[in-house]
T-cell receptor, first 114, second 113 residues
Framework: GENVEQHPSTLSVQEGDSAVIKCTYS??????FPWYKQELGKRPQLIIDIRSNVGEKKDQRIAVTLNKTAKHFSLHITETQPEDSAVYFC?????????????FGKGTLLTVNP | DTGVSQDPRHKITKRGQNVTFRCDPI?????LYWYRQTLGQGPEFLTY????????KSRLLSDRFSAERPKGSFSTLEIQRTEQGDSAMYLC???????????FGNGTRLTVT
């Protein structure tokens, strides 16, 4: 957790294309790496997560890849659909001591054009 | 599973007034978080409870903010002497264990006039 950055801040793709969002973090003790989706006016909802003993996880059109050495993890969405349009947040969490919080990035606004 | 419940959904108050929000987590979740979110930003951590113990609090949090979870179930967040900069969506979230997903409520939108 701690310093968390997401890139890009906005992403526009055509329906059917793939989208990739990258999250970099500073805390080497981070061991839990979730991605949340927030539609306009709604609460954030978990879409996929990965733990530090795994390098990649896939769930249908969504995948997350983790590079602990480089301290970044990425969200991959394939065959994008208009309903994928939302803001996506990464929220890495440290395993260390009294650190309980998930630190959210500033978000990536994904727009899928029909 | 009825989800995380927050009350009220909206609150409009005048600057200088005190406000209190309530959060009812998912019943079996002993871990409870408060976050604040402003337009175009990610949720910002405020504080964390494990059962009734407040184990972490943001260093950036003003002393006008206080939170409680007296019986380890519902939680309240109070803001004293509200300022216009306090206007935001206040989100509560809960989880059952260290590695489990965080479930958010629908939030309380505060507007300070």
């Amino acid at each position: 957790g701690e310093n968390v950055e997401q890139h890009p801040s906005t992403l526009s793709v055509q329906e059917g294309d793939s989208a990739v969002i990258k999250c970099t973090y500073s805390d080497s003790a981070s061991n839990y790496f979730p991605w949340y989706k927030q539609e306009l006016g709604k609460r954030p909802q978990l879409i996929i997560d990965i733990r530090s003993n795994v390098g990649e996880k896939k769930d249908q059109r969504i995948a997350v890849t983790l590079n602990k050495t480089a301290k970044h993890f990425s969200l991959h969405i394939t065959e994008t659909q208009p309903e994928d349009s939302a803001v996506y947040f990464c929220a890495p969490k440290s395993s260390g001591g009294s650190n309980y919080k998930l630190t959210f990035g500033k978000g990536t606004l994904l727009t899928v054009n029909p | 599973d009825t989800g995380v419940s927050q009350d009220p959904r909206h609150k409009i108050t005048k600057r200088g007034q005190n406000v209190t929000f309530r959060c009812d987590p998912i019943s079996e979740h002993n871990r409870l978080y408060w976050y604040r979110q402003t337009l175009g930003q990610g949720p910002e951590f405020l504080t964390y409870f494990q059962n009734e113990a407040q184990l972490e609090k943001s260093r950036l949090l003003s002393d006008r903010f206080s939170a409680e979870r007296p019986k380890g179930s519902f939680s309240t967040l109070e803001i004293q002497r509200t300022e216009q900069g306090d206007s935001a969506m206040y989100l509560c979230a809960s989880r059952s264990s260290e590695g489990s997903p965080l479930h958010f409520g629908n939030g309380t939108r505060l507007t300070v006039t």
